[in-house]
Structure formats: C-alpha cells, structure tokens
C-alpha cells in the first residue's frame, strides 16, 4: 500500500495542504474546529509525518545523543551504572517525545564518528556519560554550539553544564563513619584518577584522615569488580592489620569483600567494608554492604531535565545532588 500524503489528508477532510501541514506540525494558527477535521483524516487515513520532511522545516530531529565513552565490553559488564544510566535518562526522554540514540565513544574512531555524526545535524542535544580526563570529546561538541550537558562534572576544562552528586562530601560521610565505629587502619581502594568521581572520592577520603591522627593507605581500582580484588589483596600485603576500607564504588566493594574471604578475614569483624553507589546487589552481598547512596535515577532525569531546558534557553547552572549513608552490616 502507498502511503498517505498530506495531499490525501487535505483532500478527505476538504482544506489546503498547507493547512494539513500546520495541524500536523502541531502550529497554533488553525482553528479548533478545523484542526479536528483534519486529525480525523489523519486518523482515518493513517497517515504518518515524514520525519526527515518536518526536521527540514523546523529545524529539529527529536533527538537526543547519549555518547558514553567506554567500550561496548565496559557498557554490557555487570556494572549495573551503565544500564540504570542509559534506562533512566532514555525513559525522561520518552516522557518529553525525545528520542535517545546511544554512542558509544571507547576509541579514537568512534571518537571521529561521534563528532561527525552531531555535526551533521541528526540530534537536537547531547549528553555525556563517563568521560575521562583527555577525553577530546567535550571540547569538540561544545565547539559545534549544540546544546550538551554531562552526567559528573568534566574532568577537562571546558564550560559545560553538568549533573552530578556530592561525591566529596559523601566520601566524608563514609570515613567518618569508619571512624566513629572504632576502626583505626583504614584504608582506601580509590577510583581510576583519570575520572571525576574517583578524583573526588578520594578528595574526601583524605580529607577525613588529614583530620585524624591515622595514616592514609591508597590502592587504586578502575570501578570493576576484579580491580577491587587486586587492589584489597595489595592492601592486606601493604599493612595486613588494616581494620577498615572505603571502596569508592560498590562493584569493587563486591570484588574487595571476595578478597577478604579468601585471606580468612571476616567482616565486619576484622576488617570493616563500605562502598559507594548503592547498587542492588549491595544488599545482597556477604554480609549486606554499608555504603554511600548516590542518586544515580535521579541524576540520570535530572540530566535529561537540564538539557531540554537548554533547548528553549534555560539555565546553564550545574545541578548537584546529595548523598546519604546507608547502614548494612559490613560495618
């Protein structure tokens, strides 16, 4: 069968195709009567709008980029981040009729394609996710002047607005606690470095320990369940009488506590754990994992919100969300 054309819909419901065209590109200069008419053409016809035909005209695609720079191995891991993120900004942008389209930017070449793919114009804004600190990314979008908001503040120097929670903060809030609970050797599995968040975690874990009369004890992981391994094996071999740890996210929680284990240390009662995120599976964990809750639902929307209030001039300002303690039983 052929599709319907605005010539047939103009036809059934007996007025101009230019009419038609206004109803369907939702312009307010028709009136009601007539607006009816024609959308019950529309209805009894079937027709559809060309989507390429109404970008031409009005200068939009209802589109969103969201361009995460990892690898598609990094996105689809059981790093439960990636699939809360992509499924939480994507339903926000269902909400508002937008389409998201998910780019993945692991690699100089898709880095190339990404940059042409906004550049031709296929989407009214982009979102950044899990940028590192020589992503060329950021400076290259903002270049083209398309409305773009990251997901964490940038790690590079570039004017972006941008979402994110009070990792610092909640890192203090996680220190302290290891502290009033009695634990005097605590150590931190820190984040990758090359990262925002996992510079900020640190940030505040130091902060804590500069403010006590305890040493700081440092592995570094890369939010992965086997780094958190590594790096609580490194720590045990580096000061085996170590009491406490805070991993900066819970993944590496996961992998820390598996460590522990196998060294024959129990938690919490040798050796004291708290992560950072509140993944589902921090309640599952051996014993529940106490960690910091970041808001990752609500960053995702808030996200999406601050873009589409780019889109018709809003406000530039970051928006940052609080964090709060979660108390299990690894501590």
């Known amino acids: 069968m052929k599709r319907p054309t605005l010539e047939a819909v103009a036809a059934r419901a007996g007025v101009s195709r230019a009419t038609v065209s206004r109803v369907v590109n939702g312009q307010p200069t028709v009136a009601p009567g007539i607006r009816e008419v024609v959308m019950r053409a529309v209805e009894e016809l079937g027709y559809v709008p060309n989507a390429a035909a109404r970008t031409l005209v009005n200068q939009r695609t209802d589109s969103v980029a969201l361009v995460v720079s990892e690898s598609p191995t990094r996105v689809f891991s059981d790093d439960p981040m990636f699939s809360t993120v992509i499924r939480s900004a994507s339903a926000e942008l269902e909400a508002a ?43 290259a979008i903002a270049r083209m002047r398309v409305p773009v908001v990251s997901y964490g503040r940038p790690a590079v120097p570039v004017d972006l607005p941008y979402v994110d929670n009070d990792n610092v903060g909640g890192a203090e809030l996680a220190v302290r606690h290891l502290i009033d609970s009695g634990r005097r050797r605590i150590a931190t599995i820190a984040g990758p470095q090359d990262m925002i968040g996992g510079q900020d975690r640190l940030t505040g874990y130091r902060n ?77 964990t051996e014993p529940p994992l106490t960690t910091v809750r970041q808001p990752i639902v609500e960053q995702a929307a808030a996200m999406v919100r601050l873009l589409l209030g780019l889109f018709s001039g809003g406000s530039t300002d970051p928006v940052i969300l609080p964090t709060e303690l979660v108390i299990r039983e690894s501590v």
């Open 208 to 284: 804590v320990m500069r403010g006590s009369d305890r040493r700081s004890i440092i592995a570094v992981g890369d939010f992965t369940r086997e780094s958190g391994a590594v790096a609580m094996r490194q720590l045990l071999e580096d000061d085996p009488h170590l009491d406490a740890v805070f991993v900066a996210n819970d993944l590496m929680a996961v992998g820390a506590l598996q460590a522990l284990r196998q060294a024959g240390r129990r938690v919490p009662d040798d050796v004291a754990v708290m992560g950072f995120d509140d993944i589902e599976a921090a309640r599952y």
């Open 97 to 139: 009729d937008k389409q998201v389209v998910l780019m993945l930017a692991g690699s100089a070449r898709s880095h190339a394609r990404v940059e042409r793919y906004i550049a031709g114009g296929h989407v009214d804004g982009v979102m950044l996710f899990s940028m590192h600190g020589a992503d060329p990314l950021p400076a």
